[in-house]
């Protein structure tokens, strides 16, 4: 294994509401080796984008962040914002979920692909535009000089997560979060996008973080996958072992939730029951057990800790794994 | 583009038409008699009545309003029935005045409030922000003619720096006629900076928290490169449309700041016009106003497809 190039340690981010302070993510340690895919899967609120922000620091001004980022040695959180400044573009790079929002929809695409590369390769604005061009026709956007013209609400949804990719793209970084860059799509350009990103990811040999809410995603896409559960990983594990043998009853039901191609027309998808627990009020054992059909009294009682006790290197917190 | 501007200068007309018949049924509401108040108290009745129907003011109303139209549309706007002066002459006297006075009041109003806005929204609830919108508030009570006194006390009268009031024409002294417009562009940019920036500072720190400013952070800029191309921009529409009304406001003319420091502005020759019941000169500046109103709006229209391109490639 590489030394990793990322390494989220025991990360928590904590939000204050009228309701009480908010616990988004909890303790989370997460690392990437260079050129590796994670994948981090989890239900709207359970933190996901939360994680990412953080990694990014991006945090809402009244958010608190506890815990260390490492990034190549440098612990993101403590650094400088000139110094943090210098490292997004070139080595931090990010997609975020919604194309309709991510652009500037006053700027041409020209100005917001050409920006980022004149901030941080030193080109001149011809160089720049010349390699704007180049970077459009590699993630699949035909015509790129016009392109390069136009306004965001010239173009469709799918052109402008291209659009978010290639700028993303444009300054080599060496890690690539992703967070959600499907979901706002329409379902046939789902499948492009992602296969992009994964051709970009494997040519470049950058690491990268996909976030989603459909294991469908990582699947086939990822080296490892995280499953969160409101604020914690519960279960972190090699893709293809998660896949052959899951441990933690959420990333079942999570997988269950997944329509099949196969199944008979009117099939009731199974549903995970209930809702999550309400962040600003935490529990005493596991967060799954009021949803769990395997929970007992000593999931209620306790919280599992996320561990590998069978040394698989496989990681779940559950005290009743499949 | 072209078409979106033609659409524009057709509804010039309308609204031009309504106000200029608007101002002459209002002038003709007015009490008393122009013939009387030229002729004076004492004119026998054969006098005035002779004087009314050579100067037309026998006829209805809306025999006059047609006449004048008809005058306007022939490029006659007509003299003063006191003076004699013409309109154009009139308005052509005065109208630079109230521009130069326009031109440096909103400039000044702009310099103060853009830069305090950006500020106000960076550090959004921070005790500068709370400092700058409560002065803001309390600067919106304060009256103008307050600050114009304070502002001649302090900088004429105490300092003496600059004069009190007073005007000389560019032409003949450049340097003294700029001098001569500081306090009361200065009162003028006091009375609306509050205005523009809390619009500013509101717009800015919506803008603030979208996705794109995030990217844009993302991407590693520069933080003035962030607030200055990615924020301001977009924040910018509100702050155009409330310095274009206060543009055609002040193209009318800033009455009590015209009076204050003694300024020949369109503010007051409207005024004077209206004591003196003289209409021809009141329908001929108000022409221009309505005019140079419907223009500033015009322009307001073009900026905003200046500044926003969805509306550039959605409507036009």
């Known amino acids: 294994m590489d030394t990793a190039l990322l390494s989220v340690e025991a990360v928590s981010v904590v939000l204050p509401t009228p309701r009480g302070p908010l616990k988004a993510v909890d303790a989370v340690d997460l690392s990437l080796a260079p050129g590796r895919t994670l994948g981090v899967v989890g239900e709207s609120g359970c933190g996901k984008t939360m994680l990412s922000r953080a990694i990014l620091q991006l945090l809402p001004k009244r958010a608190k962040l506890d815990g260390r980022v490492m990034f190549n040695g440098r612990d993101l959180a403590a650094l400088q914002p000139e110094a943090l400044r210098r490292l997004r573009g070139p080595e931090l790079a990010v997609v975020f979920q919604d194309p309709m929002t991510s652009l ?95 051709r970009e990811q494997r040519r470049r040999h950058m ?116 | 583009m072209a078409k979106f501007i033609g659409r524009r200068l057709l509804y010039l007309l309308p609204v031009l038409l309504a106000v200029t018949l608007l101002t002459f049924l209002i002038a003709s509401l007015l009490p008393g008699d122009l013939a009387i108040t030229l002729l004076g108290d004492q004119a026998t009745p054969e006098k005035v009545e002779a004087l009314r129907a050579q100067m037309g003011l026998d006829l209805p109303i809306w025999q006059r309003y047609l006449l004048w139209l008809w005058d306007v549309l022939h490029g006659d706007l007509g003299r003063s029935f006191r003076t004699g002066e013409t309109v154009l002459a009139a308005v052509a006297d005065r109208l630079p005045v109230s521009l130069e006075l326009m031109v440096m009041a909103e400039v000044t109003a702009l310099l103060i409030a853009i830069p305090l806005a950006i500020l106000c929204a960076v550090k959004s609830g921070s005790a500068t922000d709370r400092f700058l919108t409560g002065l803001a508030f309390g600067k919106l009570s304060l009256p103008p003619f307050m600050v114009a006194i304070l502002l001649i006390y302090l900088f004429a009268v105490s300092l003496n720096l600059l004069p009190a009031t007073g005007w000389i024409p560019f032409a003949e002294d450049p340097i003294a006629n700029l001098r001569s417009f500081v306090l009361p562009a200065l009162t003028l940019a006091i009375a609306e900076w509050p205005v523009l920036m809390r619009v500013l500072r509101s717009d800015m720190i919506a803008t603030l928290q979208e996705d794109y400013i995030a990217m844009a952070k993302a991407k590693g800029l520069r933080p003035a490169r962030i607030l200055l191309v990615h924020a301001l921009k977009p924040s910018s529409l509100t702050l155009v449309t409330v310095t274009g009304i206060n543009i055609g406001r002040l193209i009318g003319g800033a009455l009590i700041v015209e009076v204050i420091f003694a300024l020949p502005g369109i503010g007051r020759l409207l005024v004077g016009a209206i004591y003196a019941r003289d209409f021809i000169i009141l329908q001929g500046a108000v022409l221009f106003v309505a005019v140079g109103f419907v223009m500033v709006n015009f322009v307001v229209d073009m900026l905003y497809a200046v500044l926003d391109p969805r509306i550039r490639h959605g409507r036009a």
Not at chain 1, 123 to 150: C, H, N, T, Y
Not at chain 1, 294 to 319: I, N, T, V
Request: net charge neutral; hydrophobic share 45%.
């Open chain 1, 104 to 198: 500037n929809p006053v700027l041409t695409i020209g100005t917001q692909l050409v920006e980022t590369m004149q901030a941080h390769l030193g080109l001149d604005s011809a160089a720049a535009a010349k390699r704007g061009a180049e970077l459009l026709a590699e993630v699949g956007i035909p015509a790129p000089e016009q392109r390069l013209r136009q306004y965001p609400h010239q173009l469709s949804g799918g052109m402008r997560q291209r659009v978010a990719i290639a700028i993303a793209l444009s300054c080599e970084p060496k890690l690539l979060i992703a967070d959600e860059p499907t979901t706002a799509l329409d379902v046939t350009v789902q499948a492009q996008i992602l296969d992009l990103l994964a």
């Open chain 1, 207 to 322: 690491a990268m973080i996909i976030i989603t809410h459909d294991l469908g995603v990582v699947a086939g896409r990822t080296d490892e996958v995280a499953v969160m559960y409101a604020g914690r990983v519960v279960e972190r594990a090699p893709t293809p072992q998660l896949f052959a043998h899951m441990r933690m009853p959420y990333t079942e039901a999570l997988l269950a939730a997944i329509p099949k191609l196969d199944a008979p027309p009117h099939t009731t998808l199974p549903a995970i029951a209930g809702r999550p627990p309400d962040p600003t009020r935490p529990l005493p054992g596991c967060s799954f057990a009021p949803r769990c059909r395997y929970a007992d009294d000593r999931c209620q009682g306790a919280k599992p800790p996320l561990a590998d006790p069978e040394r698989a290197g496989a990681l779940y917190a559950c005290w009743h794994p499949l």
